[in-house]
């Protein structure tokens, strides 16, 4: 049960060793537990009372500007009898270095002004994602979803603005540096029983919260690295939050019908 914590980011972290085959299913069934009008793929993983996979990834990227970041990620999934776990943590960077110039003329063609401009992202995410599943008896099984990520992605930016409207060209030096902080998290469980006509009853929760905040500030001077004057700020923060549940029951009508009766509340 999630939807930030998508199902891609946990077949990411599955060693190919405890992968016993794949399956692509086309339509739909009561059997599938899910309402496909597409493509299903099943992962079938090795049936061993116990087992356990350590994957670490390291990586750096050196940019143009000699600007060196580092990335990488660990995971240990497994199955210890009834119990199976998957557990990861990273961390991302995102590293952008843009220089643009610009030109403007006026009506007659002449010049109007210049415009050079440095523009530095910086972003480092930290993330953690689990999974937890638990056969508490033959009909019934219990999981729980978890996934947190932390990001502070601030920019900084260096404008030289040369004004040609006056008889001696102005020109305007501006510094903007904008801190921000990102974070959300998302946790989810479903627990579903099996009864012995075959009927299912599944039910299932998810709770998340994104929460952002930006604080923009501009700052200009007539001289390189001389006395600046501020004349922006800008602070904004937003929180999004989503609660939802939802229950159902699966008959089987017949050996190639079934019904689901579901309630969800958000």
Do not use: C, M
Not at 8 to 36: F, M, P, W
Request: aromatic fraction near 10%.
């Amino acid at each position: 049960a999630g939807k930030a914590n998508e199902a891609r980011s946990q077949l990411d972290r599955i060693s190919a060793e405890q992968v016993a085959s794949i399956e692509i299913v086309r339509g739909t069934s009561s059997d599938l537990d899910v309402q496909n009008t597409g493509q299903l793929v099943n992962i079938i993983l090795l049936e061993n009372p116990s087992r356990s996979s350590i994957t670490t990834e390291l990586s750096a990227t050196h940019f143009f500007d000699g600007e060196l970041e580092p990335g990488g990620s660990i995971a240990w999934t497994g199955q210890s009898g009834r119990l199976s776990y998957l557990l990861s943590a990273g961390l991302q960077t995102g590293y952008r270095h843009s220089e643009n110039f610009e030109t403007s003329f006026n009506g007659d063609f002449s010049p109007n002004d210049t415009r050079d401009e440095d523009r530095y992202t910086d972003q480092e995410t930290y993330s953690f994602n689990s999974n937890l599943a638990y056969a508490i008896s033959d009909t019934d099984r219990v999981a729980f979803n978890l996934l947190y990520n932390d990001s502070d992605p601030p920019q900084r930016i260096f404008r030289t603005t040369t004004d040609f409207n006056t008889i001696t060209p102005l020109i305007t030096h501006v510094r903007e540096s904008t801190a921000a902080t990102a974070s959300n998290w998302e946790f989810g469980g479903d627990y579903e029983h099996g009864f012995a006509n075959g009927d299912r009853f599944k039910f299932l929760f998810i709770i998340n919260e994104k929460e952002s905040h930006r604080t923009r500030e501009r700052f200009s001077s007539s001289v390189l690295d001389g006395e600046e004057a501020k004349d922006l700020f800008l602070d904004t923060s937003n929180r999004y939050q989503e609660k939802i549940a939802r229950g159902s029951y699966t008959l089987g009508l017949s050996g190639n019908q079934g019904l689901e009766l579901g309630l969800e509340a958000a």
